[in-house]
């Protein structure tokens, strides 16, 4: 009985609060020590007065707002546990045979959902085989695979290994770990280097003055980026933007691949600086040729 009794208890209190929070602060009255301000999908709300009106009015904000829709599952459950309740106690107060199998029965149900439920969130947060320097070549092909990115084995004496990569932005990116050069971390480098006719070519777009502007817009952008970068002279043969990973047991897939779209961003801001700095030459050569005066005969 004082089980029953609690269960109703807690479900109708924590009914009231929850349906009373659902309306933003900006269409409410101002919020006072009777009305608490708190966060509900990214969005400051706060409970409304506990008037007359409230439950009509929470149930047509939760209706405008989809918030019925996307808890569906829940309220359906929550509903299905009311029920079962609701049948153990008419039973009970029958003195029903079925009481004792039909309680404990769910009893045991209950166990064994709350063990399923708890080894599943352990599995998906379990960080897995921790990284160290003997299977991070291993790991890294895993993690990649697992985001289905293409990758090209590039193997050389002085490496541990190197994979080229194609991301779906098109981007090509190099993850390689040295023997020599700081052989406790592995590098993701983006090669950005132009040589030759390239070069000359996009460089003579440009005066001596807007590419010494270029240079200085792409050292902001990086820096802003929080990569590291080399070869960014003239010429820019050997440019390329990189993050250093160190090997260590906290390193996971999220992070690596958090660090990849780093990369991945700094080459999109590389292009983006080099089509701007570009489209503002244009803008101005129109603006001039239009300020030119005309000759007349």
């Not at 009231?16 to 009255?29: F, K």
């Not at 969005?43 to 439950?55: F, G, K, L, N, R």
């Not at 993850?175 to 983006?190: G, N, Q, T």
């Amino acid at each position: 009985d004082w089980l029953a009794l609690f269960c109703a208890l807690l479900f109708v209190v924590g009914s009231a609060i929850w349906l009373t929070g659902h309306y933003p602060c900006a269409q409410e009255r101002p919020c006072t020590e009777n009305s608490q301000s708190f966060q509900h999908y990214g969005e400051t709300v706060s409970q409304i007065y506990m008037d007359a009106s409230w439950p009509l009015e929470a149930t047509l904000s939760m209706a405008k707002t989809g918030w019925l829709k996307r808890n569906q599952d829940g309220i359906a459950t929550g509903l299905i546990v009311c029920c079962a309740w609701a049948l153990i106690g008419y039973l009970k107060a029958e003195v029903s045979p079925l009481f004792a199998p039909l309680f404990y029965g769910l009893m045991a149900g209950a166990a064994v959902l709350i063990c399923s439920v708890a080894i599943s969130i352990l599995r998906r947060i379990s960080p897995g085989r921790p990284a160290s320097s003997n299977n991070i070549e291993g790991l890294i092909r895993d993690w990649l695979d697992n985001f289905k990115v293409t990758i090209k084995s590039d193997p050389a004496p002085d490496l541990y290994f190197r994979f080229h990569l194609t991301l779906d932005s098109g981007f090509q990116v190099t993850v390689l770990r040295s023997k020599r050069e700081y052989p406790e971390y592995f590098s993701i480098i983006a090669h950005l280097g132009m040589n030759g006719e390239e070069a000359k070519k996009l460089l003579g777009l440009f005066t001596e003055e807007e590419i010494a502007q270029l240079l200085v817009n792409l050292k902001i952008e990086l820096a802003r980026a929080k990569v590291g970068y080399g070869g960014l002279q003239l010429p820019p043969d050997n440019f390329h933007v990189f993050r250093r990973v160190p090997i260590v047991p906290g390193l996971t897939e999220f992070i690596f691949m958090s660090m990849i779209g780093d990369v991945e961003c700094a080459v999109s801001l590389v292009f983006q600086t080099l089509a701007n700095a570009r489209l503002k030459q244009v803008k101005a050569s129109n603006s001039s040729s239009r300020r030119k005066p005309t000759l007349k005969n």
